[in-house]
């Protein structure tokens, strides 16, 4: 069966303190995986997908990166606005649909 | 480009009743998920369609639970006889294939 594991649970960053957030996945092969930020009371934004090992990208303050095992969430000099939870979750590739698994999140909290 | 609608945003039912959500694909989207988010715990997949068919319903509950995607109009969850349990947000996502999952704002649904 498919895991996400996402760490921390939470977390808590001055102003300007770069970080990173990590998503280790088991899975059998892999689609895609998938970075989502999510607001209280909100559904989950996307943010990033990611193909393949070694393949980053990046938006704004945001850089995501990807291993064979699992996926790293940088936030560079964060703002109170990035305050949020950060979700991964990964589609495995065998052979037509393969339903998504979502990790249970960073709840990020990112202090003036 | 309006994204994933869903309606209503709050519903509240009393035990027994039945509740009714529903959503709208993102303009040019034929494909449609539901998830179940309960507080503090990550995203559960609960049913993936297409126009007019089931593909993968194997993270519904056997009973009380259905969902259809028909030809016309928006795809509609609907929980019979609703219970305590009951009680979550429910998110809609739709994509132009099995990729990349845009989601909706989400209906949350208390039961008295």
Known sequence: EDQVTQSPEALRLQEGESSSLNCSYTVSGLRGLFWYRQDPGK???FL??????????EKERLKATLTKKESFLHITAPK??????YLC??????????????GTGTKLQVIP | NAGVMQNPRHLVRRRGQEARLRCSPMKG?????????????GLKFMVYLQKE???????MPK?????????????????????RGDSAAYFCASSTSTDT????????????
Do not use: C, M
């Open chain 1, 80 to 85: 109170p606005e990035d305050s949020a939870t």
């Open chain 2, 29 to 41: 989207h034929s494909h449609v998920y539901w998830y179940r988010q309960l507080p503090e715990e």
């Open chain 1, 43 to 45: 559904g989950p934004e």
């Open chain 2, 101 to 112: 999952q845009y989601f909706g704002p989400g209906t949350r649904l208390t039961v008295l």
């Open chain 2, 63 to 83: 009973e009380r639970f259905s969902a259809e995607f028909p030809k016309e109009g928006p795809s509609i969850l609907r929980i019979q006889q609703v219970v």
């Open chain 1, 89 to 102: 979750a990964v589609q495995p590739s065998s052979g037509g649909y393969q339903k998504v698994t979502f």
């Open chain 2, 53 to 59: 068919n089931i593909i993968d319903e194997s993270g």
């Open chain 1, 48 to 57: 990033f997908t990611l193909y393949s090992a070694g393949e980053e990208k």
